[in-house]
């Protein structure tokens, strides 16, 4: 890698170094050597699970509270209820990763969120009905998300061998990409038939499986010679000095920050699929408009077997957030709803590109000492970009049309993102 950015740590030997080049069509799709390693591969499988189980929850909540207050207002109160203790608890989990063996730290999070899960079911089935309640729960599902988070991501780079981690990160976006599509599609088709407290309790017994999962991994502790530290402010304090020394570091949180901030139209979703795609049938446009993103991604995905001969980890993080800024463009700029989803799906499958090397970076431009504290940045800004998006693009799409809105929001990230490269070329230069 880029020497200025390099770690001294020991690396995992890579047990498929001497693989022959894939060739043909299998050159293009998804590079599975990572699933060879046996802790790798329980750590996946267990996403498997949460990624479709979380879903049901995330649908399962909003639904609930709309159904006891009738109020739209009331479920996005809920949204902004679980942010902060996802901020939060997600920076300073990171600093806790750091600090304690990441393995027992995923026990005991994942245990807290089958533990809430249940709860979640318990206060469904007695037919409580209180907001108040779902909304403390909701605090406290994202807080031990927040925790969880950090210590899952930082977890891989000593699980696989450096020169997998772009494979090993596409493996697992992908998944997470997967079950955003699958379990929405799921839990609708199941609360007719099974009621909605039986969502929350099937979350609850897959989560079961992922504290199997992470028991069997091998334990994490800090790596010898690091310095023993404690949880603190202080900790916090250091993992954001570290990433303002570390420019590429820097640069990978603006590079997704510029591009959901600005770009993510997904607030204006429901005025246009009302107003400009209405003629296709309101709900199909909103459906459409929703599951294009996450479709292309898993669809990027799937095609991702050159991520692992890439080299130049910047610039594909450069052209991925360009090439979105220019199909959310094309996205405001139609008026064809396929079209239209069509844009989306591309968009998804640059998202994807650009979620795999900034993920990549963090974990091998960062020390393993500072990987928690890092991952725990991503967390939040991963969390609080498509949030802030949401109020950028609700109040643009109100002053100048939700098409305009959109539109300018996508030239506006190839605007930025392009000037940020050139002027400073960090991001640009750094190569594996």
Known sequence: MDTSESSTEPQTPDPVAADPPRRGWRRWAMDTRPLRIPAYRRLWSSTIVTAVGSQLTAVAVPK???????SSAWVG???????????????WGGAVADSMDRRKLLLITNTGIAVT???????????LESVAVLMALLAMQQAFWGLNAPARNASIARLVPEGQLPA??????????TGQVVGPLLAGALIPVIGLPELYL??????????????????LPPLAGATTRRA???????????????KVLLLSFLADIIAMVFGMPRALFPQLAAETYGSYGEGLALGLLFASIPIGAVLGGLFSGTFSRARRHGVMVIGAVVAWGLAITGFGLSGNLWVAAACLAVAGVADMV?????????LSAATDEMRGRMQGVFTVVVAGGPRLADVLHGTAGSAFGPRAAVAGGGLLVVVVMLALAAAVPALRRYRV
């Open 117 to 127: 899960s249940l709860l979640f079911w318990l206060q469904a089935v007695t037919g």
């Open 77 to 91: 109160a809920a949204s902004l209820a679980g942010l902060l203790p996802l901020i939060v608890f997600a920076l």
């Open 64 to 70: 609930q509270i709309y159904d006891i207050t009738g």
């Open 168 to 177: 090993a990160n596409a493996l697992g976006s992908t998944i997470m990409q």
């Open 202 to 219: 099937i979350d609850a017994l897959a989560l079961c499986v992922t504290v199997w999962a992470v028991y069997r991994l091998p334990s």
């Open 354 to 362: 650009s979620m795999v090397f900034r993920g990549a970076i963090l």
């Open 232 to 246: 603190g402010v202080r900790e916090i304090a250091e993992g954001f000095r570290y990433i303002s020394m570390h």
